[in-house]
């Protein structure tokens, strides 16, 4: 007995939901990330020490016009604005940066720190250089060029760069006054005895590009003792960039973009949410639940089927059941149904005697009959006797019907 309600309680309709549950509560009270992971993206949405949220909110509290973009760059780009890329998780596609240097060719002016090999690099003739150690910013004064412009001695304590710019074209010995003649040098360092741009803007067309050698002035840990912010803001200022523009930091090549695409959105309402996650896990779940209770070690035993009886042979079962018994009264009671059912008189819902009665009053021929019958139903009666119930019906048969 034990047993049987064991398997009772592990079929799959109670043990999947209490499964399901199980893996969705997990899911949910489980902890979000690896303890100590830091994000390290410079990206608006990040207030971590290396994030760009800080840079984020003083220039919209000192009055300019910051917005995100959580979209890729599709033709047409808007020409008003003034577009920051931020060292971006993912490098725009060629497409993409056709689109926006098409747009900064009409007036718009975009901020960028493209990587070696990047489409952007290679549409712009720009390549940052590695080295071992950081380079100090010593000195803001242009060398060797008319058209460079000079940042505030306090705009240039903004830390130490890792990286300069040079010009594809040149070999490493070159220095800033190689560069085009559209191109504008914003901020150097010192390497040794050379002495290489770090900031630099170039025209292109009726807009301009504003390449940066390194972003660490842009992030909270930087923006926070006022060094890193004062040079982002000397920066925007001596670009020539309007206040009222719009700033759009670019946040869809850092990882918040959003898409139209049906497969993309269900895939990240999937494998990007927690509920999405316990769902999948749930699902997952289930099939090897019923995978395991599905499939058999050994094969099943064929079950074995009892034939029924014919009418006939059911109704000699019948009989020999109540002649062991000797069940009389029982055998006159299912004679008596029947017989109700085959002339009803009008009476339903009278008790057996009741409507033996009204069959004789009904049919006076059948009264003796009917007497018998009544005897029947109430007092056992031996085999031999038992025999006129038969005739009593037989003959009630033939009387009730015209």
Known sequence: MGERR???????????????TLVLAAIIFSPGGAAGAVDT????????????????DVLRRLGWNVQRRRTAFHAPVDTAGTYLLLSPLYQPSATEVSA????????ATIVVSPPVGSPLADSLRIRRTQFDQDLEVVSSTPVGSDS???????AVRAGSFSRYLVPVATSERDTAPVFPPDTTTLLRVHADTSVRPAIM?????????????DWSFARNDNVRDTSGMILGVRLLERAGIDRTRPLVFDEFHQGFGSTNDMFEQIGDAMFKTPVGRAGVQALIAGLLLLLAVGVRPFAPRGRQSIERRSPLEHVGALRLAYERIHATKLATGRLVRGLRRRH???????ADDAYLKRLAERVPATASDAALLERALTTPMAVTEWVAVGDAIDHIERATTP
């Open 6 to 20: 064991l398997d009772r309680w592990l079929r799959p309709i109670f043990v999947l939901p209490v499964l399901g």
């Open 344 to 350: 009803p008189l009008g009476a339903g819902a009278l």
């Open 201 to 213: 803007m170039r025209k292109l067309g009726r807009g301009s590009a504003v390449i940066v050698a």
């Open 100 to 107: 926006l240097l098409g747009a900064v060719r009409r007036g």
């Open 41 to 56: 993206r410079l990206t608006t949405y990040n207030t971590s020490p290396f994030g760009a949220l800080g840079f984020y």
């Open 148 to 154: 460079a412009i000079s940042l505030d001695s306090a």
